[in-house]
């Protein structure tokens, strides 16, 4: 008996937790070495001792005593094993076992088991925060993450994932059948049927798969499966989906296709530039704008291979960062009459406007410029034709001026007694000095013409006077072709006095008798005037006839302009 006592107490003492045995029976108690080192004084302890004097023991060694005695009054009070967690004052933490064993010989004994579990409470708090941290990155994140892990009965999600798919804690767990995960996304998704595909290529080949899909509510979510080995798990199967939403990202990218589709057909040239001031693409106008066959020779090409290393116009700014810094201000900067490098190395004057876009998920530049080529050579050329018409209309005036006095002293001389043929060549030249006149008019109206400001008279003149003039200045021209009859038949019943701009159809006769005159060289030239006369008015009709070789048809449309 003793030996077994012995052996006993041997097993006993080895063990690492401390254990109490108090027996009805005997009246010392029986404790391991353990709990000996844990609570000196112990073999004073009785069997079934009072509360209070349990109490006044352990409160030297216990700091919530009251959680001790409450779990005493348990097993004493049902005899039955009941189990407890307790602090020690020097910080240790102790589960506490306490139990009623009745012996053969119908004896109980009271047993009290003291396991350390320190290391294990400190472990578990570790665990414990770190799912905390786990679950609040996971809530933090701007993705949907959802896992499944085999061998628990419940997933997991974060708040994301809830948001997209509100009902999942009761609706999917881990290894369903696909029949049942199809029955809860056909609730929220366009094309289920994607999102069921990548779960089932997922599970058959155990290797990141990703897709697309399209939420009812109009929303875009990339999401990417992956079944990955842990472990800490039995079976290391772990089932991780993320989803992120793309949906501004595919609609931002949508705009700038339809934008650069409709740039694309733009007769005006643009391109665009990163805030790093390199071209990332230019439409087909600007490679023609510019020299250039296509756009990829264009982009990856600073703005300044462009500008060229000097300021033009009114202020293109050498510091990109100047220039970038106004846009973010402004968002829009209008360049007048700068100019541009061309591939040739010549420059383009242009207009240039620059736009700051903030589209997509990096801001850009939209850069249109107008080319001012044609508009520079027309203004030019306005100018050339307003100089020669000043010059021409300031001539004409200088030229009137001294033949005037010619023909005023012409005038006078033929009034004085001179002999009849001297007479006769001051009659010639007189008329002769009308017609320069007559030609030197012309000058001036197609000047006028030019200049804008050519003015049709109405006002009364002879008809007469007007006939006699054209008559005797034609009659000047023919003397010298004397094969040609000149040929005159006029309405006597025309009026004497009209209304109308005298010196147009004065210079309209002249220049049709003129030109029949130049391109005839035998026959005739006949000139005819009838008029219409109605209840306000008298219209005239006249009508130059020849013998010569004719007008081109291709220009009987010009020919009164």
Known sequence: MNKHKQLLEAILNASLDGILALSESTETPLATAAFSSLFAGWEKLRYNEPLEVV?????????????????????????????????????????????????????????????????????????????????????????????????????????????????????????????????????????????????????????????????????????????VNVEFIRHGALEIYTLKDITEEVRNRQKMQAMQLTVDNLSEPVVWLDVRGKITYANQAACAALGYDEPAEMTGKTVWHFYGTQQYGDGVSDAWGTTLETLRKDTHIKFDHTTLAK?????????????????????????????????????????????????????????????????????????????????EYLCILAMSGKSLLAIINDILDFSKLELGSMKIESSEYSFTSLLHVTINIIQILIIRKPQLDFVVRVDPTIPERLIGDEVRIRQILFNLLSNAIKYTTSGYISLNIQHEKSVNSTSLIISVEDTGIGIDEENFTNIFD
């Not at 903030?358 to 001012?372: I, R």
Request: glycine share 6%; net charge neutral; aromatic share 8%.
């Open 343 to 423: 591939r040739d190395g010549t420059r383009l004057p242009c207009t240039i406007l620059i736009d700051y876009i903030t589209e997509g998920s990096e801001p850009f530049l939209a850069v249109c410029f107008h080319d001012l080529s044609e508009q520079i050579q027309r203004v030019e050329a306005e100018r050339a034709a307003t100089a020669k018409s000043e010059f021409l209309a300031r001539m004409s005036h200088e030229i009137r001026t001294p033949l005037n006095s010619v023909l005023g002293i012409a005038e006078i001389v033929s009034q004085m007694d001179i002999p009849d043929k001297a007479r």
């Open 55 to 227: 109490h006044n023991f352990y409160s030297k060694y216990v700091a919530d005593v009251d959680t001790l005695l409450n779990l005493v009054t348990k097993v004493r009070r049902t005899r039955e094993l009941h189990e407890g967690k307790i602090h020690l004052l020097d910080g240790r933490i102790m589960r506490l076992i306490g139990r009623v064993i009745k012996t053969q010989d119908g004896s109980e004994i009271e047993v009290w088991n003291h396991r350390d579990i320190t290391e294990q409470c400190r472990q578990d708090e570790q665990l414990q925060l770190r799912l905390q941290l786990i679950t609040a990155i996971l809530n933090a994140s701007t993705d949907a993450i959802f896992t499944v892990v085999e061998g628990m009965e419940k997933p997991l999600a974060n708040a994301k994932y809830s948001s997209i798919f509100p009902g999942w804690e009761k609706a999917l767990r881990y290894g369903q059948p696909l029949q049942e995960v199809q029955d809860f996304f056909a609730q929220y998704l366009v094309n289920w049927e994607t999102q069921v595909g990548l779960i089932a290529k997922v599970r058959q080949t155990k290797q990141y798969h990703q897709t697309i899909i399209y939420h009812k509510d109009g929303r875009i979510f990339d999401i990417s499966g992956k079944m």
